[in-house]
């Protein structure tokens, strides 16, 4: 849910990274924590267990810049990805502005984010949301490896409404801020509309 | 989009500030947040120092979330006030319809006193929070935002500086 405030000038989005555990969610934040000048952005939160398995979510704020006078801010969450955690996944998914879906591109993990997808998809509907009228980008993580899936059947196979589909490698940063922009991009101008 | 954006007039958000102000002094606390439930902070007010307010309204959200996902695993619809006790600061946490109330307090106050004075505000956060909504549909039905009319080239400007 979008939030305007006109007395502080601005505007407050909910972003969140949904996909299969180990995919790369935690990862895409973290590059972009790093990569971020220090007043553009706030403390990066990780609820995560001893073994840096993200437990509850991840979180930071980012500033991106003004539009029309008013201070764009970013808020973006990761979920965990490990199946068990169904219910705080879905907690995190409320009031969700836009979502990002990082795909593990590793031919062992297709079935992992094909559930992972159909999970997103199910727990959006229970808040109503429809991913088909929701600010939405695929991202094929990983890349770099030697035994991904072809980026043209990994998009055959995840893409639901011919959203951008980037190919990134969260590790070294590749592909990250692009997805980023792509999914800003489509929460501002849903605002155009409204 | 889901939902419609919910806009906060500068009246409101000075209504609001009021309201906190006031809970703030009457409470003895340190520190008084307006959350929305969705992690969003709305308004503070107090002693901020070097807290890091973004990020206690996110965990709050979450706080609240995670406590409201358990009560309806026993069978409750949820728990209206969350309590957290430290051996200098605490936290007590009411949910109010779409928000939540925060307050921040030390030895200064007490947990009863905080607990009687949020619960004294709460009707008036309510009152004050339906306002807005409505206001929010209706701007957002006369298409008067001030975003309406951004441009692609204004969008990717954001994203120019890395």
């Given at each position: 849910?979008?939030?305007?405030?006109?007395?502080?000038?601005?505007?407050?989005?909910k972003?969140v990274?949904y996909?299969?555990?180990?995919?790369?969610?935690?990862?895409?934040?973290?590059?972009?924590?790093?990569?971020?000048?220090?007043?553009?952005?706030?403390?990066?939160?990780?609820?995560?267990?001893?073994?840096?398995?993200?437990?509850?979510?991840?979180?930071?704020?980012?500033?991106?810049?003004?539009?029309?006078?008013?201070?764009?801010?970013?808020?973006?969450y990761?979920v965990?990805?490990?199946?068990?955690?169904?219910?705080?996944r879905k907690l995190i998914l409320k009031g969700v502005?836009?979502v990002?879906?990082?795909?593990?591109?590793?031919?062992?993990?297709?079935?992992?984010?094909?559930?992972?997808?159909?999970?997103l998809?199910?727990n959006l509907r229970t808040y109503?949301y429809?991913?088909?009228?929701l600010?939405?980008?695929?991202?094929?993580?990983?890349?770099?490896?030697?035994?991904?899936?072809?980026?043209?059947?990994?998009?055959?196979?995840?893409?639901?409404?011919?959203?951008?589909?980037?190919?990134?490698?969260?590790?070294?940063?590749?592909?990250?801020?692009?997805?980023?922009?792509?999914?800003?991009?489509?929460?501002?101008?849903?605002?155009?509309?409204? | 989009?889901a939902?419609?954006?919910?806009?906060?007039?500068?009246?409101?958000?000075?209504?609001?500030?009021?309201?906190?102000?006031?809970?703030?002094?009457?409470?003895?606390?340190?520190?008084?947040?307006?959350?929305?439930?969705d992690?969003?902070?709305?308004?503070?007010?107090?002693?901020?120092?070097?807290?890091?307010?973004?990020?206690?309204?996110?965990?709050?959200?979450?706080?609240?979330a995670?406590?409201?996902?358990?009560?309806?695993?026993?069978?409750?619809?949820?728990?209206?006030?969350?309590?957290?006790?430290?051996?200098?600061?605490?936290?007590?946490?009411?949910?109010?319809?779409?928000?939540?109330?925060?307050?921040?307090?030390?030895?200064?106050?007490?947990?009863?006193?905080?607990?009687?004075?949020?619960?004294?505000?709460?009707?008036?956060?309510?009152?004050?929070?339906?306002?807005?909504?409505?206001?929010?549909?209706?701007?957002?039905?006369?298409?008067?935002?001030?975003?309406?009319?951004?441009?692609?080239?204004?969008?990717?400007?954001?994203?120019?500086?890395?």
């Open positions: 849910m979008t939030f305007i405030n006109y007395a502080s000038r601005e505007i407050n989005c972003i990274y996909g299969p555990g180990l995919c790369g969610k935690t990862t895409n934040l973290q590059h972009i924590y790093d990569s971020t000048a220090a007043q553009a952005k706030g403390k990066l939160i990780s609820l995560a267990t001893e073994t840096d398995r993200t437990l509850f979510f991840d979180f930071m704020p980012l500033e991106l810049g003004t539009v029309r006078g008013f201070k764009t801010r970013f808020h973006l990761t965990p990805g490990q199946v068990f955690y169904e219910a705080s502005d836009g990002v879906f990082v795909a593990d591109s590793q031919e062992e993990r297709m079935d992992a984010n094909i559930e992972s997808l159909y999970n998809e199910e109503g429809e991913l088909m009228k600010p939405y980008v695929l991202q094929l993580n990983k890349r770099d490896l030697p035994n991904v899936v072809p980026a043209n059947d990994l998009a055959v196979e995840l893409q639901r409404k011919g959203e951008p589909v980037v190919e990134a490698v969260a590790s070294t940063g590749v592909g990250v801020f692009d997805t980023l922009k792509a999914v800003a991009k489509q929460v501002l101008t849903e605002l155009r509309k409204s | 989009m939902n419609s954006p919910i806009l906060i007039r500068e009246q409101r958000y000075h209504q609001i500030k009021a309201v906190l102000a006031r809970l703030r002094l009457d409470a003895s606390a340190r520190l008084v947040v307006l959350v929305d439930k992690g969003q902070q709305i308004a503070v007010h107090g002693e901020l120092g070097e807290l890091d307010t973004t990020s206690l309204a996110s965990l709050a959200a979450g706080n609240v995670a406590t409201g996902g358990m009560a309806k695993l026993i069978g409750e619809r949820e728990f209206p006030t969350l309590s957290h006790e430290g051996e200098r600061e605490s936290i007590h946490i009411s949910v109010i319809g779409r928000v939540l109330l925060l307050v921040v307090f030390d030895d200064r106050s007490s947990l009863g006193l905080v607990k009687l004075r949020s619960k004294q505000v709460s009707q008036e956060i309510a009152r004050t929070f339906a306002e807005i909504e409505r206001d929010s549909q209706q701007s957002s039905g006369e298409g008067s935002l001030p975003f309406g009319e951004i441009t692609d080239e204004e969008i990717d400007s954001l994203f120019s500086q890395p």
